[in-house]
């Protein structure tokens, strides 16, 4: 994200790069599919947690969009460095602690919850990177209430879409930028 300048993607209005289209899309998903799983609930009671929440980009759009309470855990410095960024610019009250998915003991302990578990976990781009699929998922569910929710978008390693449109997107960022010297940008981004 530092070295693409893509650090901040939020977007609650029109996107204006491909990757905050996909983001603002999947936010608005997650967004959709909780409104529907807890139509009979006051949403502001509602806990989230994001497991692998990087920039902070889906936990700060769905704090904003939800006022709910959001915790999002990441077990790089640098990402939590970054969420928190993106939360003060958004002045969103959304959490970012440092943590391992697989520590969820620590996870429920510094996330300072009354109940102990999440009413919502989500978790975007990671669940392809884990070894042991089951371990992971029963770790989310034990993080979860009884009656939760669990949403996961999972990137595929192999003949992605990222790799098809690749060679596509050199040469637009080339035309971009040759655009850009000349002074004639009217329309192209990454």
Excluded: W
């Excluded at 693409?4 to 608005?28: A, L, M, N, R, W």
């Excluded at 998915?101 to 919850?113: A, G, Q, T, W």
């Amino acid at each position: 994200a530092l070295k693409s300048g893509d650090d901040d993607i939020i977007c609650f209005g029109h996107p204006d790069t491909q990757v905050k289209f996909f983001y603002k899309k999947y936010c608005e998903f997650i967004y959709s599919k909780i409104k529907d799983n807890f139509k009979n609930k006051d949403l502001k009671k509602l806990t989230l947690l994001e497991l692998g929440c990087g920039r902070g980009t889906a936990s700060i759009f769905l704090e904003k969009k939800l006022n709910i309470k959001v915790i999002g855990v990441d077990f790089s410095d640098e990402s939590i460095k970054i969420a928190k960024k993106n939360a003060n610019k958004y002045n969103s009250n959304a959490i970012f602690i440092k943590g391992d998915i697989f520590e969820p003991k620590k996870i429920l302990e510094d996330s300072n919850l009354e109940l102990k578990k999440f009413d919502i976990v989500i978790s975007l781009g990671v669940l392809e990177h884990i070894e042991n699929i089951d371990d992971c998922f029963k770790i989310h569910f034990n993080l979860m209430n009884q009656d939760g929710l669990f949403l996961a978008m999972i990137v595929p390693e192999k003949n992605s879409i990222q790799e098809f449109f690749a060679p596509l997107n050199r040469v637009l960022m080339k035309i971009n930028s040759r655009e850009k010297k000349e002074g004639n940008l009217k329309h192209l981004d990454k």
